[in-house]
């Protein structure tokens, strides 16, 4: 990345509510140089997508409080991209409207999954295509 050039993601919402793999998330995240909030409920993440600015989440699809749809509603609601990593079968997920080359199946490595999701936002000035 040229020098002077910001991430396109900054700031990730991190929702596990396994702590171990919520730490091994948020450390492969913070060694790319982007920011991270954590939480292990829905409730606390539809809080923090209203009150922090967040430019991209990575999601297990279901958490202490249950599945993680209404914070992927207001997700897709805000243009912000993306990730499911979870141990739930990918048809019960897809069942619930998410593609599944959105989806990656626990353990996981963190960082290929942020640069999976960074793949999903263009660097400002950037124009599409292949």
């Known amino acids: 990345m040229p020098a002077g050039q910001a991430l396109a993601i900054d700031t990730i919402l991190i929702v596990e509510d396994d702590v171990f793999i919520s730490m091994d998330a948020a450390d492969a995240v913070a060694r790319a140089g982007v920011n991270v909030?954590?939480?292990?409920t829905v409730r606390d993440a539809?809080?923090?997508?209203?009150t922090e600015h967040i430019s991209g989440a990575i999601l297990d699809f279901k958490v202490r409080d249950g599945a993680v749809t209404p914070i992927i509603q207001k997700l897709r609601?805000?243009?912000?991209p993306f990730r499911i990593v979870s141990g739930s079968p990918v048809k019960e997920i897809e069942a619930n409207g998410i593609p599944e080359d959105l989806c990656a199946s626990?353990?996981?490595?963190?960082?290929?999954?942020?640069?999976?999701?960074?793949?999903?936002?263009?660097?400002?000035?950037?124009?599409?295509g292949h």
């Open 77 to 80: 609601r805000s243009g912000i």
């Open 46 to 50: 539809l809080e923090i997508l209203d």
């Open 106 to 128: 626990k353990p996981a490595d963190y960082g290929q999954v942020l640069v999976a999701l960074m793949r999903d936002v263009a660097p400002r000035g950037a124009h599409g």
């Open 37 to 40: 909030i954590t939480t292990e």
